[in-house]
């Protein structure tokens, strides 16, 4: 056999392992609303040949290479235990295993026993409240997690009636997205119910201008979440009329909060979330992005001061081109210039993040770019640091760590923005870019504000339901010394 043939073979082996890992990655999450993933990148959705590109990408990363017939069997002894709603690293079991030895199918049992899974979430109804870029993305997010019905469920959007055929032109937007692609799956419009449904969720459409006069209960939802999505009330003052509807329980801002609000930030202060607040703020995108990596350095070097530039996508809130707009510079055209603007997230950080209060300072430039922004921390540090140790360090928190959700790392010198498009991290170190003298460095974090922050909006609505999953096996410290 020559070399051709037998590369040939060895892939077309590669790809029937992969293969028989489809249908089992899906029923776990379907009828067990199990997550699985590889050292934090999940398998759900991913083709065979993303089966194996994640593989490789976990060799890439600094571990050993994972076979995918110890990933395969982690899954099949995943299905016969058939543990309930879990977030479960199967490289992680794999390389734990191979430290302990013994028989694979009774480490997998000890690691669910240890981790106490065998409880299900209760159902708790979600209303959108705004169906914008944020919105809709929590939409695909929320559906895809449907699972066999428990946890989270999105039972209804709240919008102003744009037009005649407004529900289908919502049904549209979900369904494709310039950004972020076509909607996975299946999306129509119920018109006499005034539902759209997606991968069969009903998802009630309720047209409303005011957030206190909804009767939810009328539709079936009790208890609810409401995630406000249009930034149009900001304080608890304002946010407090959704809970004036029969239905509302809590709410939850997808924008920075003012006055007492609370600004959670997952991973940072998501324990802070007490059963008694009914109002809630996720914070930004940026604040979600550049806190984690700045807790990560903070704890092993000790941050002095430092200054956060953003460069970020132009959002919705500006002209595409020249016209009259209240704030400064963004009425000049957002598809043909860069503006400077202001950005309240550095200190933002301090809500979630107390320890940096009065350390950080901000500024922005919007780009024209439509997704993915990129933010450049400027930081002057207690201790002396590497440009080796400090990439290895946040190399392995994205790997291992409690902020393991929340932060990724890379290196390459051929990624560009567009390559992040649809990341589930808040913000992605890039290694290659970290400057590092002496006690002065220059982080380079990138984050899809859109996607990214959508997902730790998620994280949040998890915890605030009670129904974030039990993590397989527990994450690691870890340490600047290893």
């Known amino acids: ?23 089992l990655i899906g029923a776990l999450t379907r009828e067990r609303e199990v997550v699985t ?14 089966i194996l590109e994640v593989h490789e990408r976990v060799a890439q990363l600094g571990h050993a290479e994972l076979a995918l017939e110890d990933t395969l069997a982690v899954l099949e002894a995943l299905r016969e235990l058939a543990p309930e709603a879990a977030s479960i690293d199967v490289a992680r079991i794999v390389e734990d295993h191979a430290a302990a030895g013994g028989d694979l199918r009774a480490h997998v049992r000890a690691a669910l026993a240890a981790a106490g899974t065998g409880r299900t979430a209760e159902r708790t109804d979600v209303v959108l409240y705004g169906f914008g870029r944020i919105g809709r993305l929590l939409a695909r997010i929320l559906i895809a997690h449907t699972g066999g019905g428990n946890g989270l469920r999105l039972r209804a959007i709240v919008v102003r009636r744009g037009s005649e055929n407004d529900l289908v032109k919502r049904a549209s937007l979900l369904l494709r997205d310039s950004v972020h692609g076509r909607f996975e799956g299946s999306v129509s419009v119920d018109e006499e119910a005034e539902q759209i449904i997606a991968n069969g969720t009903r998802i009630q459409v309720i047209y409303s201008d005011d957030p206190g006069t909804i009767d939810y209960t009328a539709y079936g939802i009790r208890d609810a979440i409401v995630v406000d ?36 930030v997952h991973g940072i202060n ?38 956060v530039e953003t460069v970020h996508s132009f959002t919705n809130d500006q002209n595409l ?25 550095a200190k933002a950080v301090a809500r979630a993040l107390p320890e940096l209060a009065g350390k950080l300072t901000g500024s922005a430039i919007r780009v024209p770019t439509p997704d993915v922004s990129l933010a450049v921390l400027h930081l002057s540090l207690e201790r002396p640091a590497t440009k080796d140790e400090l990439n290895d360090y946040l190399r392995r928190v994205s790997l291992h760590s409690k902020l393991r959700q929340q932060i990724d790392y890379v290196e390459s010198p051929e990624v560009v923005s567009t390559d992040f498009v649809g990341s589930h991290r808040a913000g992605i170190v890039d290694g290659l870019a970290t400057i590092a003298n002496d ?5 380079y974090v990138w984050y899809d504000n859109e996607y990214g922050y959508s997902c730790q909006v998620v994280r949040v609505l998890e915890v605030m339901a009670g129904s974030h999953p039990v993590v397989v096996p527990a994450r690691r410290e870890v340490t600047l010394a290893g």
């Open 321 to 345: 081109i020249d016209n009259f707009h209240k704030g400064d510079r963004r009425g000049r055209s957002a598809v043909l210039n860069m503006v400077i603007t202001e950005t309240g997230a």
């Open 439 to 443: 006690k002065d460095v220059v982080l």
């Open 1 to 23: 056999m020559n070399d051709f043939a037998a590369r040939r073979d060895d892939w077309m082996a590669r790809e029937e392992l992969a293969e028989r890992m489809i249908p």
């Open 229 to 264: 999505n249009t930034g149009r009330w900001r304080d608890e003052e304002g946010l407090s009329r959704h809970l004036r509807s029969t239905g509302v329980a809590r709410v939850l801002l997808t924008a920075p909060g003012k006055g007492a609000l609370k600004n959670i």
């Open 37 to 50: 993933s590889l050292h934090g990148h999940r398998l759900l959705g991913l083709s065979t040949t993303g």
């Open 270 to 307: 998501h324990t802070d979330i007490a059963d008694e607040d009914r109002i809630l703020s996720a914070a930004s995108c940026t604040t979600n992005a550049i806190t984690p990596v700045l807790k990560a350095v903070d704890e092993a070097y000790g941050i002095v001061r430092g200054h």
